[in-house]
Structures are given as structure tokens and as C-alpha cells.
């Protein structure tokens, strides 16, 4: 159900409260909507399963605090988003350095249209910066809710690779989001038998939860629950429509369902 935002109509934006909910239910941003899916591939192959952290229970392993002795050398800072050229030339250095599959442009991934169009966000985005200096080496945005945030994408100078920028910056959420008393942190989605996004949870296993969209609820994440959740749900989850898509003036006929 994708409505696209015209630039005449007036400005609106998705509140702070329904991101926390939507969040809650297994959505997440793409562009300027809010979506869900549960398998991707060309052939709907892959069953994903989205997760989160809860904070209050995190306790990161040996590995991750590894990466933030790494990176201590760094500053960071955090502030609201203001998208501009040096965070668009750092997207385009990183972009041209990896293979994956990815929109080509910070404007794409954001907004889902070119630099110098009239840009409407309308989410509460916040960027983690990562600097050498007055250099900007990293950078990392994310959304945040009342209570949770999502990460949305991490970018970084492929030269500083060895630093293991963008796992320095997920961190980085993470620890404003605690800072902040928030009490979730939302990566992304994991993959049945697929570890390409199994970096969505280097954090460590305690805190991390998968979504049940047939239950509707979240479940303590241990090794192999991907697999076993989606041998599971085979079936049942494949009569689902998808993807979904939710724009900020379709919100509140969603949100009803959730009430």
C-alpha cells in the first residue's frame, strides 16, 4: 500500500510515539515510508526476521568492547540530522568501496530521491559523526522514537576499515539511546540461513530479540531461532501480502489496528 508524499501537499511527519509502536510491530524506514517484509530474494527465498535490543538487559561481549577500544581515539558526536555535502561525499567514498547491494546516493537511502529536489523528511533523524581531527572519517543515522531508536545506515572512509567503523558507530546509538533512557535499539532484520546480516547483532545475544509477526511478539534471541522460526512459520507466513508500505498520513489507520 504505497501512497506517495507529493512535495504540494503540506508538511507531516511520522510523531515520536507511533514510530515506538510501529517499531514495536515490525516495521522499519525505507525512504520516507515505513515498511514491512518477511522474505526477501527474487523468489521471496529468504525468510528475515526483524530484532531489536532491549538495553536495560545488554551486556556487550569481549568482541564489541574490543571495537570501542579501537575507536577510542576517535571523537563522536551527536546531533540532529542536516544532510549536506560532507556527509554526501563520505556516502559516495564508502559506496564506491563495497559491492553490496545499495542505493547509489545518501539522498536515495534517505528520502528516495536525488540531491536538489525538494527533500521532505519525515522522520526525527539524528546523525552520530566520527572524526580525526576536523576530518570526518564515519558517520551513522538513525531515527529516534520516545523510547527507541532504528539505525538506518553507517557509512565510513574505506581507508579507516581496519577500525571497524560501522560497528563503532552502532554502538555509538546505542549507548545515546541508553544515555537518553530509551529502551530499544532496532537494527534491522537477520536472515534464515543467511549471514550476510548477522552483523545486525555483534552486540551480543543478551538483550537481542526476533519478531514473530504470527504471534505478534518478540522472543529471546539464541543461536539457530532464525531457522527454526522460519521452518515453522513456512507456511502460514507466505500467505502474508508483501512488502507493506506506511506513509505518516496513512499512520493513524494503522495504528487503529494496533489498538
Known amino acids: 500500500m504505497a501512497v506517495a508524499v507529493k512535495d504540494s501537499r503540506p508538511y507531516y511527519q511520522f ?23 518477511n522474505h526477501i530474494g527474487w523468489h521471496r527465498e529468504t525468510r528475515v526476521f526483524w530484532t531489536r535490543y532491549f538495553l536495560p538487559e545488554m551486556h556487550l561481549p569481549s568482541s564489541a568492547r574490543t571495537i570501542q577500544k579501537k575507536s577510542a581515539a576517535f571523537e563522536f558526536s551527536c546531533r540532529p540530522l542536516l544532510l549536506n555535502d560532507e556527509l554526501r561525499n563520505l556516502f559516495g567514498r564508502y559506496r564506491e568501496s563495497v559491492s553490496i547491494d545499495t542505493a547509489d546516493t545518501l539522498d536515495e537511502i534517505l528520502y528516495r530521491q536525488e540531491a536538489g529536489q525538494n527533500l521532505v523528511d519525515p522522520f526525527p ?7 580525526e581531527g576536523v576530518k570526518l572519517v564515519g558517520a551513522g543515522i538513525f531515527d529516534a522514537g520516545e523510547n527507541s531508536i532504528m539505525g538506518i545506515v553507517n557509512f565510513f ?8 567503523p560501522g560497528k563503532a558507530l552502532m554502538l555509538k546509538k546505542i549507548e545515546w539511546a541508553a544515555d537518553q533512557g ?13 549471514t550476510r546480516f548477522d552483523y545486525k547483532l555483534f552486540a551480543g545475544s543478551d538483550g ?18 532464525p531457522e527454526k522460526m522460519g521452518s515453522l512459520q513456512k507456511n502460514i507466513i507466505r500467505n502474508y501480502p508483501e512488502p507493506l508500505w506506511l506513509n505518516p498520513l496513512q499512520a493513524r489507520e494503522v495504528l487503529a489496528k494496533f489498538a
Open 182 to 194: 530509551m529502551r530499544y535499539y532496532y537494527p534491522g532484520y537477520v536472515a534464515a540461513g543467511d
Open 15 to 37: 510523531q515520536a510515539r507511533h514510530l515506538d509502536i510501529l517499531m514495536a510491530h515490525g516495521w522499519f524506514r525505507m525512504g520516507r515510508y515505513m515498511f514491512t517484509v
Open 125 to 131: 533523524s539524528m546523525v552520530v559523526e566520527m572524526r
Open 208 to 225: 537481542a530479540e526476533l519478531y514473530d509477526p504470527v504471534g505478534m511478539n518478540w522472543i529471546p534471541f539464541e543461536e539457530g531461532l
Open 157 to 164: 572512509l574505506p581507508e579507516y576499515r581496519k577500525f571497524s
